[in-house]
Nanobody
Framework: QVQLVESGGGLVQAGGSLRLSCAAS????????MGWFRQGPGKEREFVAA????????YYTDSVKDRFIISRDNAKNTVTLQMNNLKPEDTAVYYC??????????????????WGQGTQVTVSS
């Protein structure tokens, strides 16, 4: 079992930055692939970024490459998403998720067993 709690969302102007954090509890965190997903108004939930259990590999959807950075600290049971140069289209509820089975489909929401409650990110133009 993994429990996840996101924080760090808020309102920011276009071009600004936010840092999202996900605090995890549970024995399987350090062996889980961790991902961030988002769901904008009227949209389906979409993959944003993922990090392997060791932190050695990271993955991003094309629209956030070179702007967002995902990282993890297994000693502190945390995953962060540094978001830079934010755009209005980044507005969404952002969710942290854990995949203890470490599926190769890191971009598929259905592969993740545990989810946080989400944190709202709003980017104004």
């Amino acid at each position: 079992q993994v429990q996840l709690v996101e924080s760090g969302g808020g309102l920011v102007q276009a071009g600004g930055s936010l840092r999202l954090s996900c605090a995890a509890s549970g024995r399987t965190f350090s062996s889980s692939t961790m991902g961030w997903f988002r769901q904008g108004p009227g949209k389906e939930r979409e993959f944003v970024a993922a990090v392997s259990w060791s932190g050695a590999s990271t993955y991003y959807t094309d629209s956030v490459k070179d702007r967002f950075i995902i990282s993890r600290d297994n000693a502190k049971n945390t995953v962060t998403l540094q978001m830079n140069n934010l755009k209005p289209e980044d507005t969404a509820v952002y969710y942290c998720a854990a995949d203890p089975r470490r599926s190769s489909r890191y971009d598929s929401a259905s592969r993740y067993d545990y989810w946080g409650q989400g944190t709202q990110v709003t980017v104004s133009s």
